[in-house]
């Protein structure tokens, strides 16, 4: 065995056998196992050099036809050299032999440059293949700038062959490279894993080092990166995925418990847990950005800034500083801290290299801004919050206010129970002069003048015009007005504002000073407003005192006193959609916004009158048009909330159209009525007593107003017509009971109360005793009538011309009917007055 191999080794490679094989014996015997290896040697040869054939054989056959083709045209371009060397020793014998001489020779030359190109491109060929193949042995060596600089070589060498580009060759080539280019790039991906891998699912990245078998560095692959055009790409990624495994975790404060950051050599990761303090968390992102810069090259770097920082800058400032803003002053030493670390986390990550910090800067800079930001946020969103839960358990309130009042005033107060017992108690001192001239008063209307039949009582007010409520300026800019309660709705509707519980004595009439007290409810709404601004001022004056002036907001005082304004504004513009839902709620609304400005009022006065707050405090408290404002936007709500009523009445009585037109007028009546009813029991238990009997008393009189409008529009009024009028005007004064004193006694002092009480509602339905004489008229006959003229107060509530047109309606033209015209006519006021 050993003389054959040393045999095969030799004939193979031509190696000599060393001593020990060189001194062994040959027999006969081991010439057979030297001949089979020799055989065998050979017949792999063979089989190496045939497959090398079968690979090679197209090559082969192409460089044997085109060698081929070289040697024809060689063997051409000789025998045309001779033939024309030949002939240049014979002599010319015609033009035409010298055109034929010339056409070869211009042949022959354009054959030789031919033979010239093919010879080049052949070369070229040759050479891009050999390049190529260079490309192949870089790669597989994993020398990937080596493998794109010659790539990038290859391109200009196929650029370089004179061959036309659509050439199959140069096609082919071009494949090759392209596909070398494909393979280089996937074992670029392989080595970018391995130096930069970053693991999203257990939240760790690691940056390696390059090793023995991976010559390529970080450097070299930015290169790389570069080559391809994937730099942005790439870094894409790279930030995206380590936001996702590192920085989101962290940062995530809706968890429960959060993670923290390490960093242990070339490996950055999340381990272990942290606090949710800004403090915890701006240290762990300082790692993350310091471990980045130290590991990664200059160009990875610098693209951190435009990729990956804003997202993160943004919720540092707008998720975790805002977070950590306080909303009382009592947390002001911990903000503190935080703002001081925030400065020192953007003097260190701008220090590592890093740009597009203007929203951290910005927020470090105006903390006194963010703070009173945050604080109108809170108090915006506590007012939306509270108003969402609609009115919620209503209370009652009580309003107590001292007022001149004249004697008469006053005992009717004293009925109502709206002045306390001590003045109630007062009011028999008042004098007998006094009680002399009341009992005068009380007979002066005891005439027989028909009144009494009537039950009309001699201590019955005449209505009195209210004067118009004029807008402030503070209602120009009131939110409200976008709910339809405009100031030109104020000028119509003004006579509908509440008026005070005791108005003004006449002038000459003897008066006194009384406490008058009415209760009324309230929702649940006004008292959180009212609590969270006294809150805002307690704090606002905290940050004006000595202690506060080196707080970092302390220039946020007079913000601080600027949000009761914004407050009270929210509550005007969206507390009308939470009180609508409720039956009655907007009444609710005019007590809740009369209450809040009343107490504000208090509020600001006692504001005034204390001195353990500084006297910039007392003055930067300023709530005056805001107040105003509130009681505006209160008696628009009511003034409001009394025109729809009304408009439910009015069309309910036949709306635009005459009531006697109606096919149902009795039922038109008992709805308007029914509905007056109703809302009188909505509000019984809402408003204080003398706005309910003014509110009831202005619908009553929307409905007196209605029937008495459409029957003096009548042309004619028949007996049988004025019969039934009458009773249709009975089924509306049956309201009276709405106006009892009594209905608002307890159910025992009700009992006791007498039978013959007088109704009060002629005090609040100015036209109420101008409907019953209507009624009294249309049942009259013609002395009756004039009766009711010259002695009775029709001529206080009627028009000479109004009388006329209903005689005219109701009586035939005859002399007994101009005679009373006659003598109405000559008596245009009987009563003097």
């Not at 400005?597 to 300023?622: P, S, Y």
């Not at 007498?754 to 005793?769: C, G, K, R």
């Not at 009259?780 to 107060?793: G, I, P, R, V």
């Amino acid at each position: 065995g050993q003389v054959a191999q040393a045999l095969v080794d030799f004939a193979v490679n031509g190696s000599f056998p060393d001593e020990s094989t060189s001194t062994l014996p040959i027999d006969s015997n081991g010439l057979p196992s030297a001949i089979e290896a020799l055989a065998a040697a050979k017949a792999k040869l063979q089989a190496e050099v045939h497959a090398i054939n079968e690979e090679t054989a197209g090559d082969v056959r192409s460089w044997r036809a085109n060698a081929q083709s070289v040697q024809d045209d060689i063997i051409r371009s000789k025998e045309l050299a001779n033939d024309i060397l030949k002939k240049s020793h014979t002599p010319i014998v015609s033009g035409k032999t010298i055109e034929e001489a010339e056409a070869r020779a211009a042949f022959l030359a354009r054959e030789l440059n031919y033979n010239r190109q093919v010879r080049e491109a052949l070369s070229g060929i040759k050479t891009v293949n050999k390049t190529l193949d260079l490309v192949e042995q870089a790669r597989d060596e994993r020398r990937i700038l080596d493998a794109l600089h010659l790539l990038e070589k290859a391109w200009k060498e196929i650029d370089n062959i004179p061959v036309n580009k659509s050439c199959r060759t140069l096609r082919l080539l071009d494949v090759r490279a392209f596909e070398l280019k494909s393979d280089v790039h996937q074992v670029f991906d392989h080595v970018w894993d391995s130096l930069i891998h970053v693991d999203v699912e257990n939240q760790r990245v690691s940056i390696g080092k390059p090793g023995e078998d991976e010559p390529m560095s970080l450097e070299d692959a930015v290169i790389g990166l570069k080559a391809y055009r994937e730099v942005d790409k790439r870094t894409r990624r790279l930030w995206d995925d380590i936001n996702k495994a590192i920085i989101l975790p962290r940062m995530d404060i809706g968890q429960d418990q959060l993670p923290a950051v390490r960093v242990n050599g070339g490996v950055l990761e999340i381990q272990g847990t942290s606090d949710k303090k800004v403090q915890s968390l701006l240290a762990d992102l300082e790692k993350v950005l310091t471990f980045l810069v130290l590991q990664l090259p200059p160009d990875l770097v610098e693209t951190i800034s435009s990729s990956l920082l804003p997202e993160m800058i943004h919720n540092i400032t707008k998720v975790w500083l805002d977070s950590a803003v306080p909303l009382s002053i009592r947390d002001m030493d911990a903000f503190e801290d935080v703002i001081a670390r925030a400065k020192d986390f953007y003097t260190v990550v701008k220090a590592l290299g890093f740009s597009n910090l203007g929203e951290l800067h910005e927020w470090t800079e105006s903390a006194p801004r963010v703070w009173l930001s945050k604080c109108r946020e809170a108090a915006l969103e506590s007012i939306r919050s509270k108003l969402s839960r609609g009115i919620g358990q209503p209370r009652q309130v009580e309003r107590v206010e001292k007022q001149l009042v004249s004697k008469s005033q006053g005992e009717q107060l004293a009925a109502n129970g709206a002045i306390t017992d001590a003045d109630d108690q007062g009011w028999a001192a008042w004098g007998e002069d006094d009680a002399n001239d009341d009992a005068e008063q009380a007979t002066a209307g005891g005439d027989d003048d028909g009144t009494d039949a009537w039950g009309w009582g001699e201590e019955v007010d005449q209505p009195q015009d209210m004067e118009e409520n004029k807008p402030s300026e503070a209602d120009e800019e009131d939110p409200s007005i976008a709910w339809g309660w405009t100031d030109k709705a104020s000028k119509e509707v003004s006579a509908e504002e509440p008026k005070d519980i005791g108005s003004a004595p006449a002038v000459g009439q003897e008066s006194r000073e009384v406490t008058i007290k009415e209760t009324y409810h309230i929702s649940s709404m006004p008292q959180p407003v009212l609590d969270l601004i006294q809150a805002l001022a307690e704090d606002g004056a905290s940050l004006t005192g000595d202690a506060s002036a080196s707080s970092p907001v302390a220039a946020a005082a007079a913000g601080l006193f600027g949000l009761p304004t914004h407050i009270l504004a929210m509550f005007r513009a969206i507390s009308p959609t939470y009180y609508t839902a409720d039956i009655g709620g907007i009444m609710y609304l005019y007590n809740d916004a009369t209450y809040l400005a009343e107490q504000l009022a208090e509020f600001v006065a006692e504001w005034k009158r204390r001195d353990d707050i500084t006297a910039k405090a007392r003055n930067m408290l300023r709530l005056d048009g805001d107040i105003k404002s509130l009681q505006n936007f209160a008696n628009r709500a009511y003034s409001n909330e009394l025109n729809v009523q009304k408009t439910v009445l009015n069309d309910l009585l036949g709306g635009d159209q005459s009531l006697m037109q109606q096919d149902d007028i009795e039922n038109c009546i008992s709805l308007a009525v029914a509905r007056v009813r109703a809302m009188a029991i909505a509000w019984e238990t809402i408003l204080s007593r003398s706005t309910w009997q003014q509110a009831v008393g202005s619908l009553v009189d929307a409905v007196a107003s209605k029937i008495i409008s459409d029957v003096m529009e009548l042309t004619s009024i028949g007996q049988e017509e004025a019969y039934n009028i009458a009773n249709y005007i009975s089924l509306v004064t049956a309201l009276d009971d709405l106006f009892l004193p009594s209905r608002f006694l307890s159910p025992g002092q009700r009992q006791k109360a007498s039978a013959d009480e007088v109704p009060t509602t002629a005090q609040y339905a100015a036209s109420w005793l101008r409907l019953q004489f209507l009624s009294e008229v249309l049942q009259s006959n013609l002395k009756d009538l004039l009766w009711l003229w010259l002695e009775a107060d029709l001529s206080l509530y009627f028009t000479v011309d109004e009388v006329l047109d209903l005689i005219n309606m109701s009586f035939e033209d005859n002399p007994r009917t101009r005679e009373v015209v006659r003598e109405i006519t000559q008596n245009p006021r009987p009563r003097g007055y």
